[in-house]
Each structure stands twice: as C-alpha cells, then as structure tokens.
C-alpha cells in the first residue's frame, strides 16, 4: 500500500468566491484534491466561455485528477463526471485524451451494472449531439 501524505492550506489569500489551481501546469507529480467549494468553482469555469483561462494542461490534470480520486474513493464519481462536461467546448487533443482514458475505465466498471443504460444514454446526449 502506498503511503498516503496530505497537504491542507487554510491561510491563502484567496478569496472564497475565486477558484484556485494547485500543481500548475503540472509541475509536480501528485494529485490535488480540492474542497468541494474549489471543485464547483472550476467545473462552473470550464464551463464558461473563457474555460481557456485554465491551461489546456491544467485541463487535462482537473480530469485526471478527479476521474482517478474517483477510482480510489476520495472523490464522488459525480465531480469527475461534472468536470467532464466542458469538453463539448474543448478542441485540444489533451483534454480528450486523458478523458477518453477516463470514460474507457467508466465504461470497464459499469458494463455489467444496472447503471450502464444510463451511463451510455448520457454519453450519448453528452458528447454525440452536437
């Protein structure tokens, strides 16, 4: 079992309605974990006109980040699924790429569940009809 290590920050000069970025541009090889508040924050973002004030490889790691805390159970698999619905905006290969990875996984899992008709449903409606 790996050794977990957590960092928390509560003295950052941010203010409460700002989101904020950890590991920018990815310069550290650790996942970053935000406060559900942060993460609403950046999925409210990504999903606005100006999403590219996040950098496409900040982009990529947000989803990264969130489909893989997921997986391991430190994240609600709704966040992941929510960071996600930007991309019908998103023409980087990055982006994409890590989210296909994601979705692949997704699909793995829930294949044999009750819950596959609507995981497909919503893929569909999500990124097939536009």
Same mark, same amino acid.
């Given at each position: !079992?790996?050794?977990?290590? =957590?960092?928390? *920050?509560?003295? $950052?000069?941010? =203010?409460? =309605?700002?989101?904020?970025?950890? @590991?920018?541009?990815? $310069?550290?090889? &650790?996942?970053?974990?935000?406060? !559900?508040?942060?993460?609403? !924050? ?7 006109? @100006? #999403?590219?004030?996040?950098? $496409? ?18 994240? @609600? ?6 960071? !996600? ?7 980087? #290969? ?10 692949? #996984? #997704? ?5 044999? $569940?009750?819950?596959?008709?609507? *995981? ?6 999500? &990124?097939? =009809?536009?």
């Amino acid at each position: !079992m790996k050794a977990e290590r =957590s960092i928390s *920050f509560n003295d $950052t000069n941010v =203010s409460p =309605s700002e989101w904020v970025i950890f @590991n920018v541009q990815e $310069t550290g090889y &650790y996942r970053v974990n935000y406060d !559900m508040a942060n993460w609403k !924050m950046i999925i409210k973002q990504l999903n606005e006109q @100006n #999403f590219k004030d996040i950098a $496409t490889i900040n982009r990529a790691q947000l989803i990264d980040d969130s489909s893989n805390l997921a997986k391991a159970g430190k994240l @609600n698999y709704t966040v992941a699924f929510d960071i !996600m619905s930007y991309l019908v905006h998103e023409v980087e #290969f990055l982006p994409w790429s890590v989210a296909l990875e994601a979705l692949e #996984f #997704f699909n793995k899992i829930l294949i044999k $569940t009750q819950s596959y008709d609507k *995981f497909r449903v919503c893929m569909r409606s999500e &990124y097939l =009809s536009n």
